[in-house]
């Protein structure tokens, strides 16, 4: 027993070490050129002011990326996430999914093939699409980064009881003695570190797990030198009954350019963000900054729509909002926050929130999450 304990003891060390290895890299790499391009946007003209800002804000992709695969893995080694089910069409999934890697597979010269059966739009499936998503995401990822010229293919079909997905690209491969490691946490392989090949090493574990969680089976071929092919295999599981979601709370009187927007938001720098994004899009822009301002401010001013930040001093926005909500139930709340689990939006949804955006906040995604209430 007490040699096993050692055993167990310092794999977990290993484990350790390797994390905070790859993780210095994989942070330090983005946040170079970050602060790098930034230093050089102070003195740069008007052209290299956009190729730099492209640089940095592929860069904070990159970073961000990082951090939510590490965060995704601590959870699902430390904690039991449950199943959110529901039924969606499989094609729209699969080209959403895609949409990122087309773009670049093409700007690494790679050929993007996506191969669907006929009346592909009429496939369903009844499982967490989240789930489905995330491990497609991975294998995406894991087949760009790994392929330095010829294509990677994405298919889908209907098996007997499943729907199967494949992912097979023309790049190294992987070799024999590695084959058993691959889904571990952590591990890369000799040809991705001799190569310099940027990760982590968490994505196929992260898929391997997710997979497992709904019950699906994932599975490979490879050989060197002429690429992998990774199958998912998702249980068909149709539902008995029908969930219907009701309609979401819509301002069908209203337009972008005649709402009157306030932002909840205590951090000054969130605030002036958000600023840039909706100037000039809406009639008027305020500003609170913690719960009880907003409750004073909405007393006396009329507001269509409140971005409404979860963590504020004085007064949080869930408390907030519940307040909000028993006096004006047809105001728009949009919960904004950097607590992003399941579980933290899911209170911020049953405070009363009718959406929600994680920071950091993009502008497409703020923009759609606000079309769909007008």
């Given at each position: 027993?007490?040699?096993?304990?050692?055993?167990?003891?310092?794999?977990?060390?290993?484990?350790?070490?390797?994390?905070?290895?790859?993780?210095?890299?994989?942070?330090?790499?983005?946040?170079?050129?970050?602060?790098?391009?930034?230093?050089?946007?102070?003195?740069?003209?008007?052209?290299?002011?956009?190729?730099?800002?492209?640089?940095?804000?592929?860069?904070?992709?990159?970073?961000?990326?990082?951090?939510?695969?590490?965060?995704?893995?601590?959870?699902?080694?430390?904690?039991?996430?449950?199943?959110?089910?529901?039924?969606?069409?499989?094609?729209?999934?699969?080209?959403?999914?895609?949409?990122?890697?087309?773009?670049?597979?093409?700007?690494?010269?790679?050929?993007?093939?996506?191969?669907?059966?006929?009346?592909?739009?009429?496939?369903?499936?009844?499982?967490?699409?989240?789930?489905?998503?995330?491990?497609?995401?991975?294998?995406?990822?894991?087949?760009?980064?790994?392929?330095?010229?010829?294509?990677?293919?994405?298919?889908?079909?209907?098996?007997?009881?499943?729907?199967?997905?494949?992912?097979?690209?023309?790049?190294?491969?992987?070799?024999?003695?590695?084959?058993?490691?691959?889904?571990?946490?952590?591990?890369?392989?000799?040809?991705?570190?001799?190569?310099?090949?940027?990760?982590?090493?968490?994505?196929?574990?992260?898929?391997?797990?997710?997979?497992?969680?709904?019950?699906?089976?994932?599975?490979?071929?490879?050989?060197?030198?002429?690429?992998?092919?990774?199958?998912?295999?998702?249980?068909?599981?149709?539902?008995?009954?029908?969930?219907?979601?009701?309609?979401?709370?819509?301002?069908?009187?209203?337009?972008?350019?005649?709402?009157?927007?306030?932002?909840?938001?205590?951090?000054?720098?969130?605030?002036?963000?958000?600023?840039?994004?909706?100037?000039?899009?809406?009639?008027?822009?305020?500003?609170?900054?913690?719960?009880?301002?907003?409750?004073?401010?909405?007393?006396?001013?009329?507001?269509?729509?409140?971005?409404?930040?979860?963590?504020?001093?004085?007064?949080?926005?869930?408390?907030?909002?519940?307040?909000?909500?028993?006096?004006?139930?047809?105001?728009?709340?949009?919960?904004?926050?950097?607590?992003?689990?399941p579980s933290e939006q899911g209170q911020a949804m049953e405070a009363g929130c009718d959406g929600f955006v994680a920071k950091p906040i993009q502008k497409e995604q703020l923009m759609e999450m606000i079309h769909r209430f007008i």
């Amino acid at each position: 027993e007490l040699f096993d304990s050692k055993e167990q003891a310092e794999a977990g060390n290993r484990l350790k070490t390797a994390l905070l290895n790859n993780m210095s890299h994989e942070i330090r790499t983005p946040m170079n050129a970050i602060m790098g391009f930034s230093e050089l946007m102070r003195n740069a003209d008007a052209e290299d002011k956009l190729t730099y800002s492209e640089i940095i804000f592929k860069c904070s992709i990159d970073l961000l990326n990082v951090i939510d695969q590490v965060m995704l893995l601590s959870r699902l080694q430390s904690e039991k996430i449950p199943q959110e089910k529901s039924r969606f069409p499989v094609l729209n999934m699969l080209q959403q999914c895609s949409s990122g890697f087309r773009e670049e597979a093409r700007s690494k010269g790679l050929q993007w093939e996506m191969v669907v059966p006929p009346k592909a739009n009429t496939l369903e499936l009844y499982t967490d699409e989240e789930k489905v998503r995330e491990i497609l995401i991975c294998l995406f990822s894991n087949a760009l980064k790994y392929t330095q010229k010829g294509f990677v293919r994405v298919e889908c079909s209907k098996q007997a009881d499943a729907i199967l997905f494949s992912v097979s690209d023309s790049g190294m491969g992987i070799q024999e003695k590695e084959r058993e490691r691959i889904f571990e946490p952590f591990y890369r392989g000799e040809n991705a570190i001799s190569q310099a090949i940027r990760g982590v090493g968490v994505g196929l574990n992260i898929a391997a797990i997710l997979a497992q969680l709904i019950g699906a089976k994932l599975s490979f071929e490879t050989e060197m030198g002429k690429g992998s092919r990774f199958e998912l295999s998702v249980p068909l599981a149709l539902p008995k009954k029908e969930t219907v979601t009701p309609p979401a709370h819509r301002m069908s009187d209203h337009s972008l350019s005649k709402l009157k927007v306030l932002i909840a938001e205590d951090e000054h720098l969130s605030y002036q963000y958000l600023i840039h994004l909706l100037k000039g899009q809406v009639q008027q822009l305020d500003r609170a900054q913690n719960g009880q301002e907003v409750l004073e401010m909405v007393e006396k001013s009329h507001y269509d729509l409140v971005l409404m930040d979860i963590q504020m001093p004085v007064m949080d926005g869930l408390e907030a909002t519940r307040q909000l909500k028993r006096k004006n139930p047809n105001l728009l709340v949009i919960a904004q926050s950097a607590f992003i689990l399941p579980s933290e939006q899911g209170q911020a949804m049953e405070a009363g929130c009718d959406g929600f955006v994680a920071k950091p906040i993009q502008k497409e995604q703020l923009m759609e999450m606000i079309h769909r209430f007008i």
